[in-house]
């Protein structure tokens, strides 16, 4: 990786690297460098997810349990037109003032919020664009977008399934948004090529419930075992990414009836106010929350928090077995 660093007068942004269009942070730098454990976080979250301050305090919690387990947290976002991977303090809290102010930040939207010299908040889809592009194979988030119900008549279909056909990172979450059609969302995934495996469970978790009636290919109890699906995958070439499943702890499972028919609510309000594309996840998670009294809230946070954890306890066992098949390869060539 051929990495440039950048001098910018701005003290926040002075040690920071550049390679391409892109700007990295000096830890997440030295981590890839080094071959050390580096996780991808979305953007998204901070800024559409929840309100400031709870956003930001949500995001800093979220990037110390990727540190205390052993990795390098690579939170990515757009800010005045540059992608950076890796934001600092005074970027956080940035981001997490903008808000809704900050353009939800998909694949297609890149060129025009870099163009336009905007801000911008990666979904899934962007921020696994730009983690591949620096080499970081493992992403975490809450949940992944999918094929949306009543989507065999709208086509409203998340382009995360279509990134994860054809972006090598592995995508840690728990599940797929409960908002959405999850049969039908498996049914693109296996279209597209990509590995679906859960974690601990031979069923499929709904986001907020543990359970989703779907069962999965594969299923992972270990970290080391997730390693080396994900290393397999990269070996291999097969160019496409996957997604690891994860349920939500089971103390926060008995709120997912409530959750459950605050969604069917929330659907039909949504249905009625003609509410589509990429203002259907922001509306329907806030409704959902409301209804819910905060419930839902509450227990997004605990389950980004809890893939946080094991995300990086991947990235390290990831980390550690890539750095066994390098010496194993130099060894022979010895």
Not at 272 to 280: F, Q, R, S
Request: proline share 5%.
């Amino acid at each position: 990786m051929k990495l440039m660093r950048v001098f910018d007068k701005r003290e926040e942004d002075q040690n920071d690297f550049i390679l391409g269009n892109l700007k990295i942070a000096p830890d997440i730098y030295e981590a890839l460098l080094h071959g050390n454990p580096v996780v991808a976080l979305e953007s998204t979250i901070i800024s559409h997810g929840m309100p400031y301050p709870q956003n930001l305090q949500t995001a800093k919690e979220v990037e110390a349990i990727v540190r205390e387990n052993g990795a390098v947290p690579a939170t990515i976002a757009i800010l005045d037109g540059v992608p950076c991977i890796g934001l600092n303090n005074a970027q956080l809290e940035r981001l997490a003032k903008l808000g809704i102010n900050a353009q939800k930040t998909s694949r297609r939207d890149i060129p025009h919020v870099v163009a336009a010299g905007s801000n911008g908040a990666t979904t899934v889809s962007a921020t696994m664009f730009f983690a591949s592009k620096v080499g970081i194979p493992i992403f975490v988030t809450g949940g992944i977008g999918g094929v949306h119900r009543h989507g065999e008549t709208t086509m409203d279909i998340s382009s995360d399934l279509t990134e994860l056909g054809k972006t090598p990172v592995a995508v840690i979450s728990a599940g797929v948004k409960s908002i959405l059609d999850i049969p039908r969302t498996l049914e693109y995934l296996e279209t597209q090529g990509v590995t679906v495996a859960a974690y601990k469970t031979n069923e499929f978790p709904a986001f907020f419930s543990g359970t989703s009636g779907c069962k999965v290919p594969c299923r992972v109890d270990t970290p080391e075992q997730c390693a080396r699906l994900i290393h397999a995958n990269l070996k291999l070439g097969l160019g496409s990414g996957m997604l690891i499943a994860v349920p939500i702890p089971e103390k926060h499972v008995s709120a997912g009836n409530v959750i459950e028919s605050a969604i069917q609510k929330s659907l039909e309000e949504a249905k009625l106010k003609n509410v589509t594309g990429n203002a259907a996840t922001p509306f329907l998670l806030a409704r959902v929350n409301e209804l819910t009294g905060g419930v839902s809230l509450a227990a997004n946070i605990t389950l980004v928090k809890n893939n946080a954890f094991v995300g990086a306890k991947i990235a390290v066992a990831l980390a550690n077995l890539q750095q066994c098949s390098k010496n194993g390869r130099l060894r022979s060539a010895l």
